[in-house]
């Protein structure tokens, strides 16, 4: 369980492809605090730390990513120098700063346009037409792990719906999300509430 709040931002080190795809991430983190077998959220897809260390490069861990994993979460994030928004799992008796986050990734979305606002940015996204349903004005999202407010949402004539997000300065500069572009694939979860009644409503 976490919260959507990014504590480090990671990059990944290394790729190696084989039955799954180890993936080695350098982080801030101090490594003595993370177990082997922990959760730790990447970019929004929960993780599980299969191996860690420091060297001269700095502390790492090495996480193994399914071909389920890969084809579920957004292209290209996973290459070789690529920068995470890293969160670990949630401790009883933690503040719950964002929304109650599960790590599950639901589908991809697409940045839409990135307009400066004063010193934020206003992000629109395009989410499929399988999540339109669960996305409301002032409810969560979670895009790339971070936890967000929608503002406001547009239905879109095939189904899928555009959401727009505001980016304070302080957002960009403690997530990946300054380097928010259009075309952009992106991770999203919808509000797990809104998972749970979209479940009670087909069942009814």
């Known amino acids: 369980m976490f919260t959507g709040i990014i504590t480090d931002i990671g990059t990944v080190r290394s790729r190696e492809d084989r039955g799954d795809t180890r993936l080695v991430i350098a982080t801030r983190y101090d490594i003595a605090t993370v177990d ?5 959220a990447c970019s929004g897809a929960c993780l599980t730390v299969v191996d860690k260390g420091q060297d001269a490069d700095g502390h790492w861990f090495a996480i193994d990513a399914s071909a ?10 996973w290459d070789a120098g690529r920068r995470l928004n890293l969160e ?24 839409v346009s ?3 606002v004063g010193d934020s ?4 996204v395009a989410a499929p037409a399988a999540l339109a349903p669960h996305i409301a004005p002032k409810g969560s999202i979670t895009v790339d792990g971070v936890s967000l407010t929608v503002n406001d949402v547009t239905d879109q004539p095939d189904g899928c719906a555009h959401f727009t997000l505001n980016i ?5 500069a403690m997530t990946t999300l300054d380097e928010a572009a259009a075309g ?6 919808i509000d797990i509430l809104a998972r749970y009644l979209a479940r009670m409503q087909a069942r009814s």
Do not use: F, W, Y
């Open 121 to 124: 940015v206003t992000v629109t």
């Open 36 to 40: 082997l077998g922990a959760s730790i």
């Open 114 to 116: 990135v307009v400066p």
């Open 168 to 172: 304070i300065p302080h957002t960009q």
């Open 184 to 189: 952009r694939p992106v991770n999203l979860e």
């Open 68 to 77: 389920e994993t890969l084809a579920c979460t957004a292209a290209g994030m």
């Open 88 to 111: 670990r799992a949630l401790k009883v008796g933690d503040e719950l700063g964002g929304h109650i986050v599960t790590g599950h990734v639901d589908a991809v979305g697409t940045i």
